[in-house]
Nanobody
Framework: QLEVMESGGGLAQPGESLRLSCVAAGNIFSLYTMGWYRQAAGKQRELVAEIRSNNSTNYADAVKGRFIISRDNAKNTVYLQMNSLKPDDTAVYYC???????????????WGKGTLVTVSS
C-alpha cells in the first residue's frame, strides 16, 4: 500500500515564508512526477508546481518567482518553499505523487489529505 503525507501548513502573515513537505511511503519501486496543488474555498483545485523525475519543473504563473519546488529521492520527499506569501495563497495544499510499487503495472497517481495554509495579518 502506497500513500503520501503532507506537513508544514499553518498560519503566516503576508510576506512571510512557509515550507511544505510531502513524504511518499510504502513499498515504492519508483517515483515519477511529484507536485503540489491547492484549492481555495469555493474554487477548483489547481496546479501550483510540479517536478519531474529529471528535475525539470513547472509553476503556476501566480507563484512563479515566489515558490520553489524540490525533491529528495533518497527520502521519497517533495518540498514546496513558499516565500513572499500573499492572502491569495490561502488554500488547502495537496501533495500529488506518481509512483509505482514492485508489481508490473503503470505508475499510479496518489493524493495526500491536504494541509491548510492561511495567509492573513
Amino acid at each position: 500500500q502506497l500513500e503520501v503525507m503532507e506537513s508544514g501548513g499553518g498560519l503566516a502573515q503576508p510576506g512571510e515564508s512557509l515550507r511544505l513537505s510531502c513524504v511518499a511511503a510504502g513499498n515504492i519501486f519508483s517515483l515519477y512526477t511529484m507536485g503540489w496543488y491547492r484549492q481555495a474555498a469555493g474554487k477548483q483545485r489547481e496546479l501550483v508546481a510540479e517536478i519531474r523525475s529529471n528535475n525539470s519543473t513547472n509553476y503556476a504563473d501566480a507563484v512563479k518567482g515566489r515558490f520553489i519546488i524540490s525533491r529528495d529521492n533518497a527520502k521519497n520527499t517533495v518540498y514546496l518553499q513558499m516565500n513572499s506569501l500573499k492572502p491569495d495563497d490561502t488554500a488547502v495544499y495537496y501533495c500529488n505523487v506518481h509512483m509505482r510499487d514492485y508489481l508490473p503495472r503503470s505508475p499510479v497517481e496518489y493524493w495526500g489529505k491536504g494541509t491548510l495554509v492561511t495567509v492573513s495579518s
